[in-house]
């Protein structure tokens, strides 16, 4: 996995890595897990899916 560049995400590799222990993929969320259920949802195999709060979040189990 990647480490994060942008200058806002400056956190040392030990806690940067210590995040994804509680996420049941074990890896962090990126821009196309997301962009991915977007599309799923605007294509008509999911035209039953009505009035639903998603969440995607990879399992994440706060400990």
Sequence with gaps: ???PNTPKIKV???IHWSRHLGI???RA???DDVTNLVAFLA???SDYIT???IV???GMVYR
């Design 51 to 53: 009035g639903q709060s």
């Design 12 to 14: 040392p590799h030990k």
């Design 29 to 31: 969320q990126t821009p």
């Design 1 to 3: 996995m990647p480490k």
């Design 56 to 58: 995607s979040d990879g």
């Design 24 to 26: 049941a993929l074990g």
């Design 43 to 45: 294509i008509s195999d």
